[in-house]
Nanobody, 129 residues
């Protein structure tokens, strides 16, 4: 059974940085797409970063200069997915979710939520003054 488990987020002061991770297990797609989504209070879910099996990445324009997605592929369908956030802003306060789905090129667009078959439960990131 495929499982996605995010690490604990946290509360960070504005301008700080934060690493969020997601342990993905039993993902057996020959090709795959992984992504980070977030949902801020009162807003719709937003795709912020995506990466495919070959390491190609894409970012939402609003975060491109500050977010970095990366992966560490291990044996037996296990992948560690990471999101590094620099210079945190108040608008980064949100629940962050990792997602996994079949392979799709990510260089032009972050695949929509409907593409992903598996989701983590989310982790809260809060930016404070």
């Amino acid at each position: 059974e495929v499982q996605l488990v995010e690490s604990e987020g946290g509360s960070v002061q504005i301008g700080g940085s934060l690493n969020v991770s997601c342990i993905i297990s039993e993902l057996r797609y020959p090709g795959y797409t992984l992504a980070w989504y977030r949902r801020a209070p009162g807003k719709e879910r937003e795709g912020v970063a995506a990466i495919d099996k070959d390491g190609h990445t894409n970012y939402a324009p609003s975060v491109k200069a500050r977010f970095t997605i990366s992966q560490d592929r291990q044996d037996r369908g296990k992948i560690n997915l990471y999101l590094h956030i620099n210079n945190l802003q108040f608008e980064d306060t949100a629940m962050y979710y990792c997602a996994a789905g079949p392979g799709l090129p990510v260089t032009k667009v972050i695949p929509p939520p409907s593409w992903y078959n598996y989701w983590g439960r989310g982790t809260q990131v809060t930016v404070s003054s």
